[in-house]
């Protein structure tokens, strides 16, 4: 009888008019939603990838002439910094860990059909996209892409005398807007839905970590992002209208500009970082059975993270031109968000002991995550207290640190969580020996690239210098070799990204077919078909339970399905 | 004041406060990575190697939410707060020597970054800036050892930020203002100068260098600029 009620509902939903074109791309579906930003998310990836590639070349053998795009000029050199930074922030990090993951899970993870808003989802992506594409633009007006560094600073980035990117520069800005728009409307969604839609008997505390931190993530991204697009405006009407916001000789001020972007700039770090630690949190849990070591805490480190991020900003501009007063203040706010952060990893590495640990593909990615964001996260230190920063600030230590959470987050979060819930999304098992070469074959390489950056960063570096040789202290040979060795190491990391693509493509076509649980764990999505339907269950779950509890003492199973009734 | 700082194995320290701000780098390097992050690194490590899993051996059921659980972050979490405070107090210390607190400047430079070139305005004979005899050069910055200096940076498109490494100085230039800053070096001499603020095309050609000289070989340079600034 419920079978039969269960074909009946699915049928009605997967709508058999519905052409190809209509069902990818103007599905109000949250999971096709997913879809369409990870892969959009990955393709900008490859570009940002490959502008990595390009000027790793040129800082490795100066002059080469780098495969696939030939002499690196300055011009050239610049603009591929400035797009790498751009693209590997605002349209992989942000589109996937946010957008896709926040898609796929928040629904399936309450227990709820779809997004509160599901053509608004719809106008985020398409408006996502539409930026993406405005992006892509900017590189081929004339005078080429935007070449004055991701943050944007005036007057570089306000007048095309300077800049030489004239057009360029305007593009680019508008691109930034637009995506912050898709954001907003995307951001609107995720809360809404994980407040309003949760499956009955659904408390507080039995909201999966992962959909907490996307929501804290949404909020801090929607409480940070408004002085941005107000500067952002301010930029574009300085760039086109001749106002001077932010030039000094008509009585503006560039330092303002510097504030508007990283009271933005540093919660943003913590909105892509949250998601990636909630997906963390959720296969560590279930590939060590263990039950998350005090749930309450990783909430309150995430909000007491969250709330400190907006303190922080001025810690960009310790040597900026600000009043030296103030670095005092911002390099103890700066160290105080040291310890939510410190207290978070403490958590998941508690939650390992006492565990039954298997190291599958997913569980190496988040294990993975931990070891290597602990290198992010202390080398922050050096850079937090001002003193130290006078001497490392915009560096190659910088430029190692920052990877050191970058990295973890957008990349190794991402795989992390791609192939754990693969079997989900796709039906099919990915190959699970492919997988672990393609971890090593990341992770090795990963280090790799950024541990000697630390090394040059420490001798002296400074970033977005396209060529050394015209400094005598920084053309060392030890120097070059230290830089010849992380190109290398991209190189072989890059490389190693095509086993990812064919293990996602013959699992895809030929993978064995996933069960609706594979990992036996307890959120409610492994409760689903594998793949859900449109609308995810024919009946929506009830919730008795909260989502962590694995090895419950006198229990067969090591497992308890959040919705299997006690 | 502990021996040879880390940076100083491979970077000279050739002003009055590159001691200093070695120092902080060297504490944060013994209390969070020498420290923190090699045991948490271990732990870590070595939980996962102790909890794989094991046939017929089931996981704990262990929630940390109980007093005695807690503990196990309470405790690092206060140790934390400990070496924060140590790390700040150090930092904020420094950073007062270096940013806030100027001695009695012996000199004046005025130092200028624009597209794409550092150029520098030294006193002449008279010691006094903005005078007459003031001497002008593009790219390469005089000093006399073990005098202190007060710098004006200014710079007149774009912002550009005035890297001494060896000073273990860094100040960004502002157009429309005149940030002021000290330093004193303690050993003759030449160095890199760099721009370390993104400034357009040429930010990476723009290569500077600073000459500390003794004073006899300052007065030298100082009578033969004079000289060939008088004969033209």
Known sequence: MVVQHAEHHEEHAHHPQESWFRHYFLSTDHKIICFQYMFTGMAMGLVGAFFAYVFRMQMAFPGVHVPGWGLVTPADYNM?????????????????????????????????DDMVFPRINRLSY?????????????????????????????????????????????????????????????????????????????KIY?????????????????????????????????????????????????????????????????????????????????????????????????????VLSFTVWAHHQFVAGIDPRMANIFTVTTLIISIPIA????????????????????????????????????????????????????????????????????????YAGLTFWFPKMFGKMMNDTLGKWHFWLTFIPFNCIFIPLFFTGMLGDHRRIFDYSNFSELSTPMLQH????????????????????????????????????????????????????????????????????????????????????? | MFGKGIIEYWVPAVSSYAHDIDFIFDTVFWIVIAFWFVVVEALFLWLIVRYRKKDGVKAQYITGEQKHEKRFITWPHYLIMVCDVVIVAIAINVWYKVKQDAPPADETVRIVGQQWAWSFVHPG????????????????????????????????????????????????????????????????????????????????????????????????????????????
């Open chain 1, 80 to 112: 591929l910094i400035t797009n790498h930074g751009a693209i590997m922030i605002f349209w992989v990090a942000m589109p996937v860990l946010i957008a896709a993951f926040g898609n796929y899970l928040i629904p399936l993870m309450i227990g709820a």
């Open chain 1, 343 to 414: 207290e978070m990893m403490f958590v998941y590495i508690a939650t390992l002991y006492g565990g039954s640990i298997t190291l599958t593909t997913p569980m190496l990615w988040a294990l993975g995550f931990i070891g290597s964001f602990l290198i992010g996260g202390v080398t922050g230190i050096f850079l937090g207290s001002s003193g130290a920063d006078i001497y490392l600030h915009d560096t190659y230590f910088v430029l190692a640190h920052f990877h050191y959470t970058f990295f973890p987050i957008a990349i190794i979060g991402t």
């Open chain 1, 126 to 202: 398409q408006i996502f996209l539409l930026s993406a594409l405005v992006l892509i633009v900017s590189f081929f007006v004339p005078g080429g892409g935007f070449a004055g560094a991701w943050t944007m600073y005036p007057p570089l980035s306000a007048k095309a005398q300077y800049s030489l990117t004239g057009d360029g520069s305007t593009v680019f800005v508008f691109a930034v807007a637009l995506e912050f728009v898709a954001f907003l409307l995307g951001g609107i969604n995720f809360v809404t839905t994980a407040m309003n839609s949760r499956a009955p008997g659904m």
């Open chain 2, 125 to 232: 004979p008279d010691g006094k800036l903005d005078t007459a005899d003031d001497i002008r050069t593009v790219d390469e910055l005089h000093l006399v050892v073990n005098r202190t200096y007060l710098y004006k940076l200014e710079a007149r498109d774009v912002l550009h930020s005035l890297s001494i490494p060896v000073f273990r100085l860094k100040q960004d230039a502002i157009p429309g203002r005149i940030v002021t800053g000290w330093f004193k070096p303690i050993k003759t001499g030449t160095y890199d100068i760099q721009c370390a603020e993104i400034c357009g095309f040429g930010h990476g050609l723009m290569p500077a260098r600073v000459i500390i000289e003794t004073p006899e070989q300052h007065t030298a340079w100082l009578s033969a600029h004079s000289a060939s600034a008088a004969g033209e």
């Open chain 1, 206 to 306: 039995d909201i999966p970590i992962v959909v907490w931190m996307i929501v804290i993530a949404s909020l801090l991204f929607m409480a940070s992002v408004g002085p941005l697009i107000a500067g952002a405006i301010m930029l574009l009407f300085d760039q086109r209208l001749g106002t001077a916001f932010f030039d000094p000789n008509r009585g503006g001020d560039p330092i303002l500009w510097q504030h508007l972007f990283w009271f933005f700039g540093h919660p943003e770090v913590y909105v892509v970082l949250l998601p990636a630690v909630g997906i963390v949190a959720e296969i560590i849990t279930v590939f060590s059975r263990k039950k998350l070591f005090a749930y309450k805490t990783v909430l309150s480190t995430a909000i007491a993270t969250g």
């Open chain 1, 482 to 566: 230290l830089r010849a060795f992380a190109t290398v190491s991209l190189l072989v990391m890059l490389t190693a990204q095509t086993l990812f693509v064919y293990n996602f493509v013959t699992s895809l076509l030929w993978g064995k077919k996933a069960e609706k649980n594979p990992w036996k764990a307890n959120t409610l999505e492994w409760t689903a078909n594998s793949p859900p339907p449109h609308g995810n269950w024919a009946t929506l779950p009830t919730v008795y339970r909260g989502p962590y509890e694995y090895s419950v003492p006198d229990r067969a199973e090591d497992y308890w399905p959040q919705n299997a009734p006690s």
